[in-house]
């Protein structure tokens, strides 16, 4: 007659049970938020807190006078709005 019992883990996110060293898939929960920085972004396990691993932003399409250049990924404005200017080199006047 064999006896089972469940797996017995320290918490949600430890891979490896402490009675059969019996070791289970990537079990982090990150959720749907970011974090970002300048160059790259990440997740943060709800559970745990690690990190997942960071990543380089994917930039979106460039700014323009509407809109700004964000991160594809994350959101992460890459690039500000471009400013709005005018060209008076070529004008045309009645006088």
Sequence with gaps: ????????FDDACDPKCNVCSYE???VHSYGDEWQSSK????????????ESAREKHIPGPEATPETAQMSMTCAYEIAPRQEHTHDFSSSTSDM
Excluded: P
């Design 1 to 8: 007659e064999k006896d089972y019992a469940a797996h017995k």
């Design 39 to 50: 160059f790259e972004h990440w997740q943060i396990c709800t559970a745990c807190g690690e």
């Design 24 to 26: 289970r898939e990537d």
